[in-house]
């Protein structure tokens, strides 16, 4: 197959740093999240619970520089065929406002419960909600079914990669490797 796909361009080691920051990051809240306890009314934000916050609120704040510096530092575009471009776009689109959106409604969520989000306990967020917001809480339901969504999302980006790598042959995986 091709292997002149962006001709031996490779992302800067800082969106590649920032890359896989937020894959460790995403990993390491999904596990969190799946084996933590459930959330109900009386629900105290402590132990796997106050990680998940913790990771959650790390997500928000790497996302912040990844988007800044994607902004000013845009990557030079891989050389697709018009439809693996198109997918490719809005693939990266979805995963950017899904990275947002997944934290940013469980942040409003734990508002609402009147739980505190902070950075490790170091670097407290503001409140996104009101605590006992009827939205707030709803928005905790929102967050789980995205977060799934994401998953989903995650899976297929992997799977395109993997697909370029070892079907199409070219050197698009590289970028970020």
């Not at 992997?158 to 790598?165: C, E, G, K, P, S």
């Amino acid at each position: 197959m091709v292997e002149n796909h962006s001709q031996g361009y490779v992302y800067s080691p800082v969106a590649r740093v920032l890359h896989w920051l937020i894959a460790g990051l995403i990993f390491a809240q999904f596990i969190i999240g799946w084996t933590m306890p459930d959330v109900h009314r009386d629900t105290l934000p402590t132990g796997e619970i106050a990680w998940h916050l913790s990771v959650g609120a790390a997500i928000v704040a790497v996302m912040v520089i990844r988007i800044a510096w994607r902004m000013t530092h845009p990557p030079e575009p891989a050389t697709l065929s018009p439809q693996l471009s198109l997918a490719s776009n809005a693939t990266h689109w979805l995963l950017y406002i899904l990275l947002v959106a997944v934290p940013l409604a469980g942040w409003a969520n734990a508002s609402a419960r009147g739980w505190m989000v902070n950075l490790f306990g170091i670097v407290p967020f503001p409140a996104l909600a009101p605590k006992g917001s009827p939205v707030g809480m709803a928005l905790g339901d929102i967050h789980s079914v995205i977060a799934w969504v994401l998953v989903v999302l995650i899976a297929l980006h992997i799977a395109a990669a993997l697909f370029h790598r070892f079907v199409l042959r070219d050197s698009v995986l590289k970028r970020m490797l």
